[in-house]
């Protein structure tokens, strides 16, 4: 599967934008999370809205759901679609009711299907989303109280959508399962509801060497060489996870 970050920044980032992705296996496209910056970049790297194939959720907070509200108008009155979105079950409401309602109420739409073609998803269910790409939804802790779900793609790729550290979790899944993880990653000690660098850099190293570092904030540059076996993920490079390895994807064509 390959993996293209539309942003790698933090909920304040102005950089490296929201951390939000592309996925894409056998020609299926999934944006993971629809922050404030997503449709920017998304103009930036000239890829149109629908060449999205379903867009899915992983927490609500505005560097994560901020786009959603323009990505559901313009499918809807731009390219007169209903695009595929999957919630986790405990989200769908919620999203609705707390956050894009205010937006997008119209006599005619008054609830998220009338913008989206919803796909409830559960946790311990995983979710097949294409030929090939499976998702687990793991609710994990992030701010107190708060729903909040990292994602297993193919019971082999891991990707933190913003998560305290949980050392025993990116231990068995790296160790026992031969994942690869992206995780989110805050420099500034202490975390509170993120990793900090600090927290990971406690980890041992084959597990580090499996751990790419997203969501971070803007003086990126001086922890450069400070992260130990860990790497950063860049903004708008396409990467290739295979075979527990991560690596930037080769140019195609001649
Ligand atoms: O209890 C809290 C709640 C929030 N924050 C700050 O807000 C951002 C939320 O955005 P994320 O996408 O989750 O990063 C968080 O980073 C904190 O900066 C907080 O500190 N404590
Ligand atoms: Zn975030
Ligand atoms: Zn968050």
């Known amino acids: 599967m390959d993996i293209l970050m539309l942003g790698t920044g933090n909920a304040f980032a102005k950089k490296y934008y929201n951390n939000n992705a592309l996925l894409c296996q056998n020609g299926f496209t999934l944006l993971i999370d629809c922050g404030i910056t997503a449709l920017l970049s998304l103009h930036q790297i000239g890829q149109p809205l629908d060449s999205i194939d379903a867009v899915l959720i992983s927490h ?3 560097d994560h759901i901020g786009g959603l509200e323009e990505y559901a108008f313009r499918m809807k ?3 007169r679609k209903r695009p595929v979105l999957y919630v986790p079950d405990k989200l769908a ?4 009711e ?7 109420w119209q006599e005619q739409s008054q609830k998220l299907e009338d913008y989206f073609e919803v796909r409830r998803i559960r946790e311990g269910v995983p979710a ?3 030929d090939g790409l499976t998702v687990e939804i793991i609710r994990t802790e992030h701010i107190p109280g ?3 779900y990292s994602l297993l793609f193919n019971n082999s790729f891991f990707y933190t959508a913003d998560m305290r550290f949980h050392p025993e979790l990116v231990t068995d899944l790296v160790r026992n399962r031969g994942c690869v993880v992206f995780h989110d990653c805050q420099f500034v000690t202490p975390g509170e509801v993120h990793a900090t660098l600090e927290e ?3 980890l041992p190293e084959d597990v580090q060497s499996k751990i ?3 969501h971070y904030a803007d003086d990126k540059d001086r922890y450069e060489g400070r992260t130990g076996r860990m790497k950063f993920i860049e903004q708008h490079v396409r990467y290739t996870i295979s075979d527990g390895k991560v690596e930037p994807t080769a140019p195609s064509g001649p």
Do not use: C, D, N
């Open 146 to 148: 708060k729903i909040s």
């Open 128 to 130: 097949v989303l294409h």
């Open 98 to 104: 707390h956050s894009l309602r205010g937006g997008l």
């Open 93 to 96: 409401e919620p999203l609705w």
């Open 200 to 202: 990971l850099l406690t």
């Open 212 to 214: 790419y570092l997203m």
């Open 77 to 79: 009155f731009q390219y």
């Open 60 to 62: 609500i907070h505005a």
